[in-house]
Nanobody
Framework: VQLQASGGGLAQAGGSLRLSCAASGRTFSRVAMGWFRQAPGKEREFVAAISSGGGSTYYADSVKGRFTISRDNAKNTVHLQMNSLKPEDTAVYYC?????????????????WGQGTQVTVSS
């Protein structure tokens, strides 16, 4: 699966952004997807994951209740709706794909990675 992320940009604290990830390949609907982020000087960290059918989701505690992951298997896309943004959400966001239907929260569980999209939240 090849992945292309988009939708990043600049937002004010309390604002919203919606990230999208377009996937190529015939296996998209059979694999779990996720979003990670990496802030300057920090390690890449898990943000959210969604199962292959979209029926199960999981979030990092830091974004729970503010971010929503979703997918459209007919369009081979996965989205990350980010509300109530905080300056600490500033990072490069990456979409990632697994090779199995079940979710994971660790980097090594994902074999396909997009190029990343910058999200900057000003205070």
């Amino acid at each position: 699966v090849q992945l292309q992320a988009s939708g990043g940009g600049l937002a004010q604290a309390g604002g919203s952004l919606r990230l999208s990830c377009a996937a190529s390949g015939r296996t998209f609907s059979r694999v779990a997807m996720g979003w990670f982020r990496q802030a300057p000087g920090k390690e890449r960290e898990f943000v959210a994951a969604i199962s292959s059918g979209g029926g199960s989701t999981y979030y990092a505690d830091s974004v729970k209740g503010r971010f929503t992951i979703s997918r459209d298997n007919a369009k081979n896309t996965v989205h990350l709706q980010m509300n109530s943004l905080k300056p600490e959400d500033t990072a490069v966001y990456y979409c990632a794909g697994r090779s199995v239907p079940s979710m994971a929260t660790y980097l090594s569980g994902f074999g396909s990675w997009g190029q990343g999209t910058q999200v900057t939240v000003s205070s």
